[in-house]
């Protein structure tokens, strides 16, 4: 008997596709703008989750420059075909318009942490792309997008059968289901002689669902259930809100799980807002006597505690037979405060923003033990921002790092961030300003002026100059902040001793929830450098610390 405890991947973790591959549990997650692209975590037991490599190469070129901020890689499906893994995934270039300009491809490989092949673009009809495997075939389904005035953003379910090898389509493209709710998000099993359609219904805020449907044809029609198999939109007091997005997988010994996302939120006197993001759950799910999948616990709502039972009788078909291992990485996921232990000191829990880290901008070879920072374009920027970042995982949190830098103008400045997108940031800098009482004129290169601590909150509707403070930069300095909650307090060491710099900052702005444009991401902790003329400055960096700590 195993307790999970739910979110088992915590932080930002959306969309989870979940496939298992003998004793392995595999799940892959939607990654963004940010890489590594498409992480996919591993387990035996479904309580310990670790990270077992991602999906390299995923995006030609290895850039998603440009992409905006919730863009890039959305929901990838991992299935097996009792060979090889594969995962389809689509690359939005448009978010908030009527156009999704996605961009749709599938990769393949035999271990999950090694070489996966290069992307091939296949029908891009809209995102959320999942294939199934039967009896040799390969079929794609996907949503339709009408993007035409008065058509439906989210027109319908649909699937095309594809040649193997080529990828091509063959035949024709069928509609599955059309439901006057979005949906969206399809995967597909069979058991008992019934294809099962399992949807992501009414997006991916706090209306979000999953829907069931089924028919005795692959290629329809579909009865949809009368009832959602999993939502927790009825009641804003469950601890797991926007629970949706799910796929059905068996266990070895024939029980049925559901994973999903999910999110914890914080209560603020503006409402709900989920700092962490969307996570990974997982749920027990049991078949009533009309052949409908249940919550095993009863009800429709998400279980923080789920308790998974031991081996037992298999039952009915699945999406795949499941009669090999594939091999992975053995190292665990590094530790969160884990800066540059490992093989490679910018892997893993290390992220950046629309392309892997590059020595040309961050070095870890120069000085040993540290990390060097060239600055380029601001933290505004979609093209070029030196940021590190790790995922924030719990509402209590506290990250430090100690920076060295020679900020000579207001166009240069390294230090600590607090990052969800381009417009919801807070940044703790070492930078520079003109003397104490001088007008800011922008004449930095008179040489004249003071280091400081700049504080900047921005959110979408602005930037803000929260605090500035002189500080000694003749050495090393160390920079901090603490999370409670919604409150975000920075500080800096001097002579031992924590020094706090500015005002209470508001963290739940950097959340889904807040503003008004779509947000698909979480919030992370990291440092950044910037240098808006040149890009030489460079910033050293070392003991980055992130303790996140369960409530």
């Not at 035949?171 to 998000?185: A, I, K, N, S």
Request: aromatic share 10%; glycine share 10%; charged share 25%.
């Amino acid at each position: 008997m195993t307790l999970l405890r739910n979110p088992v991947i915590r932080g930002f973790a959306p969309d989870p596709s979940m496939v298992r591959v003998g004793d392995w549990y595999y799940v892959a997650t939607s990654s963004f703008e940010w890489f590594p692209t498409i992480p996919i975590h591993r387990s035996r037991d479904l309580e310990h989750w670790e990270y077992a490599g991602h999906v390299q190469g995923a995006v030609p070129g290895d850039s998603l420059a440009g992409v905006p901020d919730s863009g890039g890689i959305w929901a990838p499906s991992l299935s097996w075909d009792g060979e090889r893994l594969w995962v389809v995934y689509s690359i939005v270039h448009s978010v908030g318009t009527p156009y999704f300009d996605t961009d749709t491809y599938i990769s393949t490989a035999t271990e999950v942490g090694g070489k996966w092949t290069p992307p091939r673009r296949i029908a891009s009809h809209g995102f959320d792309p999942a294939l199934f495997h039967e009896e040799g075939r390969l079929w794609l389904l996907n949503l339709q997008n009408d993007h035409r005035p008065g058509g439906r953003r989210f027109a319908g379910i649909v699937v095309t059968e594809l040649d193997r090898e080529t990828l091509a389509p063959v035949g024709d493209t069928h509609l599955l289901l059309q439901h006057e709710r979005l949906v969206e998000g399809p995967k597909l099993l069979k058991r008992d002689g019934w294809y099962f359609l399992v949807l992501a219904e009414g997006g991916t805020g706090f209306e979000h669902g999953v829907l069931v449907a089924r028919s005795r044809r692959l290629t329809g029609p579909y009865e949809l259930d009368d009832r959602p198999l999993l939502t927790s939109r009825d009641d804003p007091s469950l601890p797991l809100q926007k629970a949706g997005h799910g796929e059905l997988v068996r266990t070895p010994g024939g029980e049925w799980l559901l994973s999903h996302l999910a999110a914890r939120p914080l209560a603020t006197p503006d409402g709900p807002r989920c700092t962490l993001g969307r996570e990974t759950a997982i749920q027990a799910v049991t078949w009533d006597a009309a052949g409908w999948p249940r919550m095993r616990h009863g009800g429709a709502h998400p279980s923080v505690e789920v308790e998974v039972e031991g081996e037992g009788e298999g039952e009915g078909e699945v999406k795949a037979e499941v009669k090999a291992e594939v091999a992975v990485p053995t190292d665990p996921e590094p530790s969160a405060s884990q800066l540059t232990e490992s093989a490679d000191p910018l892997g893993w829990p290390w992220r950046t923003l629309r392309a892997a880290p590059d020595p040309s901008w961050a070095d870890t070879a120069t000085r040993p033990g540290w990390i060097r920072l060239r600055g380029r374009h601001g933290p505004e920027s979609r093209w070029a921002h030196s940021l590190l970042a790790q995922r924030i995982t719990e509402h209590r949190t506290e990250a430090e790092v100690t920076v060295e830098a020679r900020p000579r103008t207001f166009t240069q400045a390294a230090g600590l961030v607090l990052w969800y997108n381009a417009e919801a940031y807070l940044a703790l800098d070492l930078t520079w300003a003109e003397p104490e009482g001088e007008e800011q004129r922008g004449q930095q290169w008179r040489g004249e002026g003071r280091t400081v601590l700049s504080l900047m909150e921005r959110e979408e509707f602005g930037t803000r100059q929260a605090a500035v403070v002189d500080v000694d930069a003749e050495g090393p300095l160390t920079l901090g902040v603490t999370v409670e909650g919604a409150e975000a307090r920075f500080w800096y060491v001097q002579d031992g001793e924590r020094m706090p710099v500015g005002p209470v900052l508001d963290f739940s702005k950097l959340s889904d929830d807040y503003g008004s444009k779509l947000r698909f991401t979480g919030s992370m902790a990291g440092i950044h450098a910037v240098d808006l003329v040149d890009a030489t400055f460079t910033a050293d960096f070392t003991g980055f610390r992130l303790e996140c700590t369960p409530d």
